[in-house]
Every structure is written in C-alpha cells, then in structure tokens.
C-alpha cells in the first residue's frame, strides 16, 4: 500500500483510523493545520501516542496551501490519500459559506492535483450524509438523485465528489467517495451533539433540543467507519460511491434518553425551534458496502453511546 497520506489525520475519525492503519504495518503521514474550530489541544493529544512511531509523520499545515500540499507527496513518496480534513459541520457553514467553500472546495482540488501529479494512484474521500438533503426517499441509496443540499457544508461535499470523479475519468485515479453517517465515539469534537448532550446531562444541565424530539439520525460508531475506510483502500476500485451508516434511525428524544441511562441519570431538555440547514431524518441503505466489500455495521447504538460515556467519564468528566 505504500505510504498513506490522512488529511485530517489528528482529528475525530483521522486519529482512529491512523491507530488501525499503523497497527497493520502501514507508513502514515498525517497532515492537519490544527485550527481552531474546536480546542487544537484536543487534536495534539489524539496523535500523542503516535509520536514514538517510526512509522508516523506529521506535517501541520493548511490543505489550501498548494505548494505545501505537492511537497508533502513529493517529500514522503505518497502512494494513496485518505482525504479526512474538512471544515464541517451544517450549521457553522451557513454563517461562514465562503471559508467552507474555499477548505473542502480548493483544498481537495489542490490534493486531486498533487495526486495525480505524483502518482499517487488511490484516493479515498470522506464524503457526507448531508449530500442528500432533504430526500424523502428513505433509506438513502447511493443511486438516489441528490438536488436538494440544504447547506454549504453538504453542497461542497457534493461539489468534492464530483471532481474526484473528474480526476478519475481524466487520469485514472482510484476513487471511493465514502458518505459517513453522523459518526460518533470516543475522541468525538466536542460540539457534536452526543458529546455535547452528554457533557450538559453529566451536569446536571438541560439539553438544547431543537424542534420537538421526532428528528431522526443514522448514527455510527467510530469503529464502523473507520473497518469500512480499510475496506476501499483494501479493494481501491476504480470508481464508487458508497454509504457507510449504521443503518438504521435514533430519533432525538431517543438519543437524549439513552445518553442519560448511560449517565445514571435523568433526562432534562431545553425546547427550542428547529434550526435551518437541519434535515428531517437520515437513514443508509449499506446493501452497497455489504455487496462489494462485506461491511456491515457492528456496533449498535445501545453499545455504541455506553463506549462513548465510560470514555468520556474517564477523559473528560473529573
């Protein structure tokens, strides 16, 4: 496989798949600007422990900085990308369309050309659920037409695999644009909801709920998205888009009665309007993945939110 290239390698989902890729012998350089979208500290302790790796690398730096980005393929001899790094979130790019615009939009092209400059032949995109907007067909399916984003974060997504399909058509590239679907677990960015939720109920305070409880999202372990990154690299096709989800849906108020179990403790929740860019419901259909590669979602949400509250009790909550 050579040597991996993770943008985004020291946030969420980057630093666990960086673990996984480094247990299975795999050389790996992580490049990341540590910006402040949430705590950097937070992301410096998440590739602490890859520090004593000879097999690890790290390079901090900006994806819109071009020069950089050609040099890092050329300096490490970079054979694939597995492009994490993104602005993300819905709600933040509403306010601020343009810096979304420029790290998804300029920043992948600037990693298409360096790939395709330096031969590095596969190319693995994290893409998201948010591309299918306000479909009303459910499950979502990779086939489904998708002309409805309701935000910059999910229309520059959208935006991004359409140019790696370019790259591939044009110049061959290996190309796997994965839609993860709201993903969660240990090392999660604190301003997601289940972080969030969990850090209001552990004290003792009242949960933001927006709209009234019914929304609906497919959520999925950490572990699960990152056995299915290993599966594209592993099979690296020629072109595909495919769902990873956990195939099926958690309506909020669900999700806020389960993080407060696993706390011990009651529920409590601050009603407030629904917010714009939101969508109704998510939901994957993962026949796609199980046919090409046998993935499957393993861990369900019951177990998945009881890993997620031991780590945050012992790591965050003293």
Known sequence: MGTILVTGGAGFIGSHLTARLLAR????????????????????????????????????????????????????????????????????????????????????????????????????????????????????????????????????????????????????????????????????????????????LARGEAVPRYGDGSSARDYTYVDDIVEGTLAALDAAPPFEIVNLGGSRTTMLHRLIELIAGALGTEPRVQALPPQPGDVPITFADVSKAKKLWGWEPQVSIEEGIRRFVDWFKQNRFR
């Open 25 to 200: 012998g795999a050389d790996v350089v992580c490049l990341d600007d540590f910006n402040d979208y949430y705590d950097p500290a937070f992301k410096r302790e998440n590739v602490q422990p890859f520090r004593g790796s000879p097999r690890w690398r790290l390079v901090e730096g900006d994806i819109r900085d071009s020069a950089l980005v050609e040099e890092t393929y050329r300096t490490f001899g970079i054979t694939t990308t597995v492009h994490l790094a993104a602005r993300a979130g819905v709600r933040p790019s509403i306010r601020f369309p343009r810096l979304y615009e420029e790290v998804n939009g300029v920043g992948t092209l600037n990693l298409l050309e360096a790939a395709r400059r330096s031969g590095a032949r596969t190319f693995v995109f994290g893409s998201s659920s948010s591309v299918y907007g306000t479909n009303s067909k459910v499950p979502f399916s990779e086939d489904d037409p998708i002309n409805c984003p309701v935000s910059p974060y999910a229309t520059t997504k959208r935006a991004n695999e359409l140019m790696a399909y370019t790259y591939h058509h044009l110049y061959g590239l290996s190309v796997t644009c994965l839609r993860f679907f709201t993903v969660y677990g240990p090392r999660q960015r604190p301003e997601m909801a289940i972080y969030h939720f969990t850090e209001k």
